[in-house]
T-cell receptor, first 116, second 112 residues
């Protein structure tokens, strides 16, 4: 596609529910990142994929967070047993290659999660 | 670890010039980016510096001093549509790949 696409744009979940957030990166982009952005803050790194391999998951806040990219294209971020502190915008970004000299990230519009 | 500091908020007048500063501490430095983010929207790429000096792109310029761990974004001829958050982000090479680490952002309000 022309840009990074994320769905759903808005998600309201009751505390304890599981949620799944989808990211469709720009076609051909090798690198895919997930970030969490709280209100009034900058994006915080969650996890990184190079093709289908998850090379870094050091930013995932707890073992309730899980991400996958099984075929090296679409990625899903899953949050189990959601809690109120999980409320944030979840941004997905892709880039041509993480090793390029430029390699700026292209962001999706995010999925805004509200946990009641 | 990494640390990125930028002012929380700034205000400026339409038509004026504003400079947004960013200081950083990081290992494996491999470039500095500035992104613009309007409320409720995705961050969009503005500029990139990897060598010391000034990069100019239309009304926007960005400066980098690697020895001082310092960058600034200069916005000229401010327009109302420039009201947004400006994110300073450092790219660090670690563990075999580049990771982009963001500051908290500077919210710029442009007044008539």
């Amino acid at each position: 596609g022309a840009g990074v696409s994320q769905s759903p744009r808005y998600k309201v979940a009751k505390r304890g529910q599981d949620v799944a957030l989808r990211c469709d990166p720009i076609s051909g982009h090798v690198s895919l990142f997930w970030y969490q952005q709280a209100l009034g803050q900058g994006p915080e790194f969650l996890t990184y994929f190079q093709n289908e391999a998850q090379l870094d998951k050091s930013g995932l806040p707890s073992d309730r967070f899980f991400a996958e990219r099984p075929e090296g294209s679409v990625s899903t971020l899953k949050i189990q047993r959601t809690q109120q502190e999980d409320s944030a915008v979840y941004l997905c970004a892709s880039s041509q290659t993480s090793g390029s000299s430029y390699g700026e990230l292209f962001f999706g519009e995010g999925s805004r999660l509200t946990v009641l | 670890g990494q640390n990125i500091d930028q002012p929380t908020e700034m205000t400026a007048t339409e038509g004026a010039i504003v400079q947004i500063n960013c200081t950083y501490q990081t290992s494996g430095f491999n470039g500095l980016f500035w992104y613009q983010q309007h409320a409720g929207e995705a961050p969009t790429f503005l500029s990139y510096n990897v060598l010391d000096g000034l990069e100019e792109k239309g009304r926007f310029s960005s400066f980098l001093s690697r020895s001082k761990g310092y960058s600034y974004l200069l916005l000229k001829e401010l327009q109302m549509k420039d009201s947004a958050s400006y994110l300073c982000a450092v790219r660090a090479f670690s563990g075999g790949y580049n990771k982009l680490i963001f500051g908290a952002g500077t919210r710029l309000a442009v007044h008539p």
